[in-house]
């Protein structure tokens, strides 16, 4: 059995399909328990990757698609978008994206503007994986602040 | 998922009230309506923003361009009535240092 629950959004590349994965990524994180500005967060982050994947496809093709797959773990959601139509398989993807250190790979990202730095700043881990289209792959832990803000952890 | 803008002009003091969410598919909108503001010297403006829900970095590009139209004509933008999350999205940007911000605490709420 898989240690996930997986839950695969697949969207016409459209911008007035954003608010509808960002809806149903905050619905699947608050299942997992993450706290309402945790959830704020994530919404933000999941929308700047899907209005680049929207914007990108968009030029690409015609009508594309945005596939946006969710792996829901009890302490942690990871995320990725891609700008692809095509299936994909969440496991083996996760093994090709690496860190976005190339400026080259993550241009059009930067394009936009304040999009990635957002997603940087609001998720915990960000990778980009740039072939056949862009994949932008993102974690966020559960309780994540609270540590940093040096909460005492109670143990029953 | 929707967004409304009401643009109320009065002599040199142009406020708009915006409600909704701001992302992709609706900051054309906002764009659009912001574009009908006569730009002139001087001019004060106001974005009321508390009924706001969500916004992102297409909003904030948004804002960002109607505030440099209006400062190169030497008015003022202020933003007034933002939430905390609206607020800290300013702040982790760098915007809030830049721009004029007022958040909505008067009723001693968060």
């Known amino acids: ?156 | 998922m929707n967004i409304q803008v009401v643009i109320k002009e009065e002599e040199n003091l142009v406020k708009a009230f915006i409600s909704g969410e701001i992302d992709a598919f609706t900051a054309p909108m906002l764009r659009e309506k912001l574009a009908t503001v006569q730009q002139k010297e001087n001019l004060q403006t106001e974005l009321e923003m508390s009924d706001v829900s969500y916004m992102d970095s297409t909003g904030l590009g948004v804002i960002v361009a109607f505030y440099k139209h209006v400062n190169a004509n030497n008015g003022h933008v202020k933003l007034t009535g933002l939430s905390t999350r609206l607020k800290r999205l300013f702040d982790i940007t760098g915007l809030g240092e830049i721009m004029d911000i007022e958040t909505d605490d008067k009723g001693g709420n968060k």
């Open chain 1, 1 to 156: 059995m898989r240690p996930f629950d997986y839950v695969e959004i697949r969207v016409p590349a459209k911008s007035q399909y954003v608010g509808v994965a960002r809806l149903t990524i905050s619905g699947l994180a608050s299942r997992i328990g993450f706290t309402y500005d945790e959830i704020e967060d994530l919404k933000i982050a999941s929308s700047e990757a899907i209005t680049n994947a929207v914007q990108h496809a968009y030029s690409e093709v015609d009508e594309g698609e945005v596939v946006i797959g969710c792996a829901l773990y009890p302490d942690k959601i990871e995320i990725m978008v891609a700008d692809h139509g095509k299936s994909f398989n969440f496991e083996e993807t996760k093994t090709k994206v690496g860190p976005y250190h190339d400026q080259q790979e993550v241009q059009f990202l930067r394009e936009g503007g304040l999009g990635l730095y957002l997603i940087e700043t609001l998720m915990d881990e960000v990778k980009v994986h740039h072939q056949e289209g862009v994949t932008v792959f993102m974690t966020k832990y559960v309780g994540e602040e609270q540590v940093e803000e040096n909460v005492e952890t109670i143990t029953s």
